[in-house]
């Protein structure tokens, strides 16, 4: 289970998160209606709705889904919450990342604060992990 220390979320107390496979750590904190995550010197920004987006869509999907992350420029593997969080077909009707160059990752960073939030199971195996919706 990814860990926090903090439950706030905020600039000042940012939710610390380690990635799936528990290899790097990171924060994130909610500023407005964003959701920014510091991966060491690399800050990367995403829509807040994204959280109850993907919970709904997993929720919807019933099972367990590859995470798949990817970095922006990289295509996103079919079936995973990666390609799900670019799709045309998903609720913003494309990306979740707001900056140009760091939209990618969504399916790295987000799902371990879903974890921390009890929305979803999430497996931290070295390689493919998966999530589905508690």
């Known amino acids: 289970m990814a860990k926090s220390t903090s439950t706030t979320g905020t600039k000042e107390n ?44 997993l929720k919807k999907h019933k099972d367990w889904i590859e995470l798949g992350s990817a970095d922006e420029q990289k295509p996103a593997k079919e079936g995973t919450v990666e390609a799900w969080a670019r799709s045309a077909k998903n609720p913003v009707g494309g990306w979740y990342g707001l900056k140009k160059g760091f939209k990618g990752r969504f399916g790295m960073y987000v799902p371990p604060l879903m974890e921390v939030l009890g929305l979803v199971e999430l497996e931290h195996n070295p390689k493919n992990n998966r999530m589905r919706a508690k």
């Open 14 to 57: 940012p939710w610390k998160l380690k990635t799936p496979p528990g290899t790097s750590e990171y924060i994130m904190y909610k500023e407005d209606d964003i959701l920014v995550c510091k991966v060491g010197s690399t800050t990367l920004h995403y829509m807040w709705r994204c959280i109850d987006d993907c919970h709904a869509m």
